[in-house]
């Protein structure tokens, strides 16, 4: 009676064993998991969760090469129009069904109505049709260069494969199950929307034979169970860490950095040499003063890198001067158009505003007053904009006001805006074709709409180029003539490391765009 | 009794409707758009008008409005606009941490904070009341982030004797739960024990000068019977009053400790939701609060007829 009366007792008392002997790797990411489709929006966060449970036909490697994933082999005709895929064995979704060239078909044509570079890919596609239940064809109006990258990027909005019964979903709308056939299983019924998302191992899973690389190669799902936990406070995420609760934190604060690279057991680790974030800072081509090309060109001498880069970053080893618009690091990196980055001159910056036609009206600058990068990126450049005399309207938002204000074409004084500060990730604009902010296709292009068709048809140049010395050439040319049009002008590349328990996980996949917990094993 | 009690439950029908009036229209003219948000970084104008025709919120506004209270009138909060999770599921997740941070918080108040105050009302203007009232304007003055982070460092980081974050659910075990609730219980507890104990303080000030705790003393009954059968029971209405005030208060949210210590409560939710413009989840919650605040208002209300006979209604 006295025993079974302890034995309740201490049942009570201890966490459920089954739990504890699990192999559950908890990481602290960005921002929390709230969106499940990742077609639907092109936050990175759903981005993960994508990869984490979806699987892609392609992934691109380190070098940006696209390698084959789901796609077991593939042909591409002499003439570039015809490409076939058949896919490989093994492949089955969550709920057990095998994966089908219908479920793939439906997947890409969604994938291909919603995101910017899945447009651009099914704007070259004639027809897509399914040979049997594991190959399927695709033909081209005519040849593209980007087709394979396209499907294998990492950046936002990943090729996800999808059952045809979520893949029918409307574009515009969420899908309502995430069931995917990649490495790890979403478990719907211990999410916690803000606070966790839970993903339990694919057992089922065949993961590829060759070696990660990037988002390419095995996808080996190296632990039981993820938690992804959401902890808006940093000072948190970094006790938790410091004292074990956490074994993976993906962006911990420069200020932190001196205090996670002394801790104990903690190892702070730089994820590759292009999956940095690169600074944009955004003018309205559609507003004056900047719909004039002179008065864009004038805010080149408002820029000093390293005064970005200091305020952000802080310490040099994770920071770069990057003068162009393509990743610096990356294949495509050139100085086509840099030398407007060469001189800081604020006198000169007003000068050559006035002789655009500026007489001193406001410049609406949207001041994001929550964002650990873009906010103090806004004060630099207001402090800068304020020293060459420039009256600046200065309109303090949080970020999520931000998004929604820079999507307004209207003047400034009608709740429109001039400038406005933001980043993209280093292995998407490594890609002159994947980095949709170097775009000038007018209204159709994002905020800022500049409008340029010349980079267009150099954007196009690069994906029908059929060489890499074409392809570099190319990305030079496109680099210049963008720079020139001042689609966005660039304030650095930051590379802030990841901070993990060296002790505990070991295996993380570097070099990816977005954050792979694939591959990582605990001890 | 039973006739005011439901005169009052009535009286609840339309404060919740001005409620209800009031969030969905301030939250519509307030800037933000939850499908800008939803559309992400790399969205064009055109994606971002699409997802805002699907999610319906491109029609007018009194349109939205009744399609939400039709909703309400059949039990239905909504979905989150994000999550496409119901806005009452959501509510429900976060309803476990939330009370039970509310009530091991008002424990470790009210434990501390009622001796406390008798103590210092007993020995008032002595050594030991100036202490006691120190220790507490010095409770309420103190940030909760600042003892918070004091208490992390010391007893998790350091020591290692506590989590520093995170909640465990009572099913998971009982010392687990109890574990991951002590740091936020003792840093959002002082501010709540400062401010019970100066209530109490004075109340028990004005109680013990009444002629029948004169004639208690006089009677010889002992000290420690004085002060709590009869002053302590007398001066109750205060004290309850604000630890009922206290509880309405930590169940609509103390974003804060929430987020100090990583708890997955109702405040965060509704920071959350108002950050994003998940405008569902934020019209349920203000909801659910004003019907929490209307409630625990009343109970307040009827206890006072318990703790003294002379109320009645």
């Not at chain 1, 019924?189 to 060759?210: C, F, I, M, T």
């Not at chain 1, 990057?322 to 007003?350: F, I, R, S, V």
């Not at chain 2, 509880?247 to 990583?262: D, K």
Request: proline residues 6%; hydrophobic residues 45%.
């Amino acid at each position: 009676m006295m025993f079974r009366l302890f034995a309740g007792l201490l049942a009570l008392l201890l966490p459920l064993s089954a739990v504890a002997q699990e192999k559950v790797l908890r990481a602290v990411l960005h921002a929390d998991v709230r969106v499940i489709d990742p077609v639907w929006t092109t936050q990175t966060i759903a981005n993960i969760h994508g990869a984490l449970v979806y699987d892609t036909l392609f992934g691109n490697d380190a070098d940006q090469k696209p390698q084959p994933q789901m796609v077991g082999k593939y042909e591409i005709s002499l003439d570039r129009l015809n490409y076939s895929f058949t896919l490989r064995d093994g492949l089955k979704f969550h709920d057990g069904s095998p994966v089908t060239t219908r479920d793939v078909i439906a997947s890409l044509k969604r994938w291909g109505a919603k995101d910017g570079v899945g447009q651009r890919l099914m704007g070259y596609v004639s027809e897509m049709k399914a040979v049997d239940d594991k190959t399927f064809t695709m033909t081209l109006k005519e040849p593209y260069g980007m087709v394979l990258e396209s499907l294998g990027k990492s950046g936002s909005s990943i090729a996800a494969i999808m059952r045809e019964k979520e893949a029918l979903t409307d574009p515009q709308q969420q899908v309502k199950e995430s069931i995917g056939s990649g490495p790890f299983i979403f478990a719907k019924d211990q999410w916690v929307p803000g606070s966790k998302a839970v993903y339990l191992k694919n057992k089922d899973y065949v993961p590829r034979s060759e070696p990660p690389s990037s988002f390419a190669g095995a996808k080996i799902p190296g632990v039981d169970r993820i938690e992804l936990i959401w902890m808006p406070d940093p000072q948190t995420a970094m006790s938790a860490l410091v004292n074990g609760e956490i074994d993976f934190w993906e962006n911990p604060n420069t200020d932190f950095q001196p205090m996670l690279e002394k801790a104990k057991g903690i190892k702070l680790l730089k994820t590759g040499k292009i999956d940095s974030t690169q600074g944009m800072i955004r003018l309205n081509h559609l507003q004056p003063p900047f719909d004039n090309i002179k008065a864009r060109q004038a805010m080149y001498y408002l820029i000093n890198q390293e005064d970005y880069l200091r305020t952000i970053v802080g310490d040099p080893r994770y920071y770069k001067v990057c003068p162009g618009l393509l990743t610096c690091g990356g294949p495509y990196e050139n100085d086509g158009g840099t030398q407007w980055m060469k001189e800081y001159n604020p006198k000169k910056a007003l000068q050559l505003l006035k002789e655009a036609g500026y007489k001193g009206e406001p410049i609406t600058v949207l001041a994001a007053t929550d964002h650990n990068t873009i906010t103090p990126a806004t004060q630099v450049l207001i402090q800068a904009m304020r020293e060459a005399g420039i009256n600046v309207d200065v309109q303090s938002m949080d970020w999520g006001s931000v998004v929604t204000r820079r999507a307004k074409k209207d003047p400034p004084a009608q709740g429109g805006w001039n400038i406005f500060v933001t980043t993209s990730g280093g292995v998407g604009s490594a890609n002159p074709v994947l980095h949709t902010w170097i775009g000038a296709s007018c209204d159709k292009g994002l905020f800022g709409w500049p409008c340029d068709p010349e980079v267009e048809k150099l954007r196009n140049a690069f994906g029908m180029a059929s060489t890499e010395d074409e392809r570099k050439k190319v990305a030079k040319e496109l680099q210049a003539r963008a720079m020139d049009d001042v689609v966005f002008l660039p304030f650095g590349q930051w590379d802030i490391p990841l901070a993990y328990r060296a002790d505990r996980i070991s295996g993380i996949v570097p070099n990816t765009g977005l954050v792979v917990l694939w591959g990582i094993t605990k001890k | 009794m039973t006739a005011y009690i439901i005169r009052r439950l009535f009286a609840v029908i339309p404060v919740m409707a001005v409620v209800a009036l009031f969030v969905f229209f301030l939250l519509r003219f307030a800037p933000g758009d939850p499908a800008a948000i939803i559309a992400g970084d790399d969205a064009t104008s055109e994606a971002i008008a699409a997802v805002r025709a699907k999610l319906g919120l491109d029609r007018p506004v009194v349109e939205q409005f009744a399609v939400w209270v039709w909703g309400l009138a059949h039990g239905d909060l909504g979905v989150s606009i994000f999550s496409n999770l119901a806005v009452t599921r959501l509510i429900a997740q976060r309803l476990e941490p939330t009370l039970a941070l509310t009530l091991s918080t008002l424990f470790v108040a009210v434990a501390l904070a009622i001796p406390l105050g008798v103590l210092a009302a007993w020995k008032a203007r002595k050594l030991v009341d100036r202490l006691a009232m120190g220790f507490a304007v010095l409770g309420f003055a103190m940030p909760v982030f600042v003892l918070a982070y004091v208490l992390i460092y010391f007893f998790a980081v350091r020591w290692q004797l506590l989590p520093v974050q995170g909640y465990v659910p009572i099913a998971e075990g009982l010392w687990p739960f109890a574990q991951s609730l002590i740091l936020p219980s003792v840093a959002l507890g002082v501010t709540y024990m400062a401010l019970i104990a100066r209530i109490t303080r004075a109340s028990m000030l004005e109680v013990l000068q009444q002629d029948y705790i004169r004639t208690a003393n006089a009677k010889g009954l002992a000290t420690d019977r004085v002060l709590l059968l009869h002053a302590l029971k007398n001066a109750a209405v205060p004290i309850v009053t604000v630890i009922g005030i206290g509880i309405a208060l930590l169940i609509s949210g103390v974003v804060i400790t929430e987020t100090v210590f990583n708890i997955p409560g109702l405040g965060r939710l509704t920071v959350d939701a108002v950050l994003k413009r998940d405008y569902p989840i934020v019209q349920g919650l203000i909801l659910v609060f004003a019907a929490v605040k209307v409630v625990v208002n009343l109970l307040i209300d009827i206890s006072y007829a318990f703790l003294d006979p002379r109320i009645r209604y």
